[in-house]
């Protein structure tokens, strides 16, 4: 049998090791009701691999709604004002709280907001506000504020493995933190606090599906979030929201048989360019 060209299959499914080609793999994402795509915030590649996968896949789909971890819930009227083109660029950045509650250079995001306006794809805003996550963290999901359980309910207890794999990626033991291992209750308040983000980000989108039950929602998040199928992935489960695929650009930590259902692999030197 012929070796399969990487250039041409730039994809790859870690579970078995197969190349994939792009178009395949796009059809296979628009046959899910939520595709997951991975990011490292400061990173222009990753942002340009998902608008060239956004494009792709709304050339498959006649619904898709583009969710962004970017943007509290509040933001969503200027998020609404600016892919209706109601309103310019700067505009947006100030209606939507950019600096406050995101803070990267806007212009790593530029392309998929002009994509999202251009094509005129819905955008939604997946995240809460800080306070919010600091609260829970610290005081359990008792207390979440009446105004978020209206859409938000609290999160499936995290497993053993993602408190392992939050633990070792937020530096593991050292002498300076409180916790010792991933199992010391000293850790709980920051595994809360991750929780909170994961279990917005799935309540969100499944309220993106239930508005448009029709639609693909492609989720931007950070794939910290979305690794080994922890965070966004598992809450979305526990919520009964499937298919749903997770896709990462290659490169980060460790292309194992479990990260990811996919993963897109750069041409060399692709990744180069990061935004600090």
Known sequence: MAAVNPMSHPW??????????????LRRMAEARVALLGERHDVAADHRWQGNVIAGLAALRDEL???????????????????EGRSDEAAFLRDSGWQQVWGFDPALYRP???????????ARALNVDRPIVSLVGRDG???????????MTPARPAGAAYRRYLFEVTGGARPDR?????????????VRAQQTWDRAFACAIATALADRP?????????????????????QLADLGVAPVIVALPGGGRGDDAAIADLLFEPA???HADTAR
């Open 268 to 270: 060399s030197g692709a």
């Open 12 to 25: 790859i499914e870690p579970a078995t090791g197969a190349r994939l080609g792009h178009a395949a793999t």
């Open 65 to 83: 709604v583009v969710g962004f971890e970017m943007f509290p819930r509040r933001a969503q009227p200027a998020l609404d004002a600016w892919t």
């Open 214 to 234: 029709g639609a693909l929602v492609v989720g931007l998040i950070g794939r910290g979030h979305l690794e080994y199928g922890h965070g966004t992935p598992d």
């Open 112 to 122: 998929i907001f002009d994509l999202c306006r251009e094509l005129r794809l819905p």
């Open 141 to 151: 999901w008792g207390a979440l504020p009446e105004a978020e359980r209206a859409w």
């Open 178 to 190: 409180k916790a010792a291992s991933a199992e010391d209750p000293a850790f709980d308040r920051f």
